[in-house]
Antibody
Framework: QVQLQESGPGLVKPSETLSLTCTVS????????WSWIRQPPGRGLEWIGY???????DYNPSLKSRVAISVDTSKNQFSLKLRSVTAADTAVYYC?????????WGQGTLVTVSS | EIVLTQSPGTLSLSAGERATLSCRAS???????LAWYQQKPGQAPRLLMY???SRATGIPDRFSGSGSGTDFTLSISRLEPEDFAVYSCQQYGTSPWTFGQGTKVEIK
């Protein structure tokens, strides 16, 4: 059974870069596409982008200019970088297996943007 | 992008009652490429349905989905205590993939 776990700093300063990693266990990262999704406090979900193990990506146009998703197949991990963050980027960030729909999901990690 | 509008915002029902949740798209969702998720406080979303009407693995048959084009419905035939949660729809027919804002099913 595939499980995902997000890791990274819970606090990022405005204008800096948010960096998160998702570790895939119980299966190969070559099996699916992999996405990042976020949820601001009390609000709905927003798809950020996905990556395939080959490195092929697709991003939400609303974030495309600031986002990069990468994959490390040797570590069974994929990562998110979001540049020039503001308070509006404060959210719970989830990683998820992607078949067009999302399953399974990591437990999520809260990232707060504040000085 | 396709905007998904869910209604009602909150549904107050008792255990044993039927729940009917709506998800309306701003334009047609290609090939009924719509999923539903359940989310409880402090937890990640859980996939319930995909392809508008296919149940995900392990989802009980009291959950059913229907619809096509711009109008989709998630039904829960008889609410169990563990079904009180927030439900969100998601379309994956057109990039960027988008979610509805969610419907909260609460205990009356």
């Amino acid at each position: 059974q595939v499980q995902l776990q997000e890791s990274g700093p819970g606090l990022v300063k405005p204008s800096e870069t948010l960096s998160l990693t998702c570790t895939v266990s119980g299966g190969s990262i070559s099996s699916y596409y992999w996405s990042w999704i976020r949820q601001p406090p009390g609000r709905g979900l927003e798809w950020i982008g996905y990556i395939y193990y080959t490195g092929s990506t697709d991003y939400n146009p609303s974030l495309k200019s600031r986002v990069a998703i990468s994959v490390d197949t040797s570590k069974n991990q994929f990562s998110l970088k979001l540049r020039s963050v503001t308070a509006a980027d404060t959210a719970v960030y989830y990683c998820a297996g992607t078949h067009n729909w999302f399953d399974p999901w990591g437990q999520g990690t809260l990232v707060t943007v504040s000085s | 992008e396709i905007v998904l509008t869910q209604s009602p915002g909150t549904l107050s029902l008792s255990a044993g009652e039927r729940a009917t949740l709506s998800c309306r798209a701003s334009q047609s969702v290609r090939s009924s490429q719509l999923a539903w998720y359940q989310q409880k406080p402090g937890q990640a979303p859980r996939l319930l349905m995909y392809g508008a009407s296919s149940r995900a693995t392990g989802i009980p048959d009291r959950f059913s989905g229907s619809g096509s084009g711009t109008d989709f419905t998630l039904s829960i035939s008889r609410l169990e205590p563990e079904d009180f949660a927030v439900y969100s729809c998601q379309q994956y027919g057109t990039s960027p993939w988008t979610f509805g804002q969610g419907t909260k099913v609460e205990i009356k």
